[in-house]
């Protein structure tokens, strides 16, 4: 998935669906509509997909941030591609998609979009941010269990010392 810029290299827009055992794909040229493509996810099977079947390309990926996080996204611009990580709240859909609702049709809508330029990339935090930004949302989640009404579903015995410590820290 090299990027070769040049005023005559096709570009080929991808637009995935990630979920955690698989990803939809839609594979579509700057002039051609393109097909869809079910994959395990893993980037590298992407990748080698690509190299083979659309070489001398210009790879422009785009996804919704989700349950995978930004991990793809680091990984695709690793191997050359440009990535968008998108807001799914963000993506323009036809009114006729808030009836049925599917991967396919959802990573064909990203390509769609990608392919028009209506997308804007959310900002790729680095790894030490991003582990940070997880560890106060647990810690949110912690202190509502602990004062919210779980409190009575979780006596205190099951937390140790230190944890109630932590969560009182408020």
Known sequence: MSRQVTAMSPKLLIGLDI?????????TTDLVEGSGHTFPPYTQKIKSYVERNY??????IAYEVGCCGYEP?????SFGGDTFVVNPANIP????????KT????????AKQLRSGNLRK??????????????????TVQVNVFEG??????????????????MQLC
């Not at 070489?55 to 422009?60: A, N, S």
């Not at 996204?73 to 611009?77: H, S, V």
């Not at 859909?93 to 049925?100: E, I, L």
Request: proline share 8%.
């Open 19 to 27: 979920h955690k055992k698989t990803w939809k794909l839609h594979f």
């Open 55 to 60: 070489p001398k390309y210009e790879v422009c």
């Open 73 to 77: 996204a680091r990984t695709f611009i």
């Open 93 to 100: 859909r036809p009114a006729k998609n808030n009836f049925v």
């Open 103 to 110: 991967d396919k049709i959802d990573a064909k809508n990203i």
């Open 122 to 139: 959310l900002i790729i935090p680095e790894k030490p941010r991003e582990a940070l930004r997880c560890l106060t949302r647990q810690r």
């Open 149 to 166: 009404s779980w409190a009575t579903a979780r006596p205190e015995s099951w937390y140790t010392p230190g944890t109630i410590q932590w």
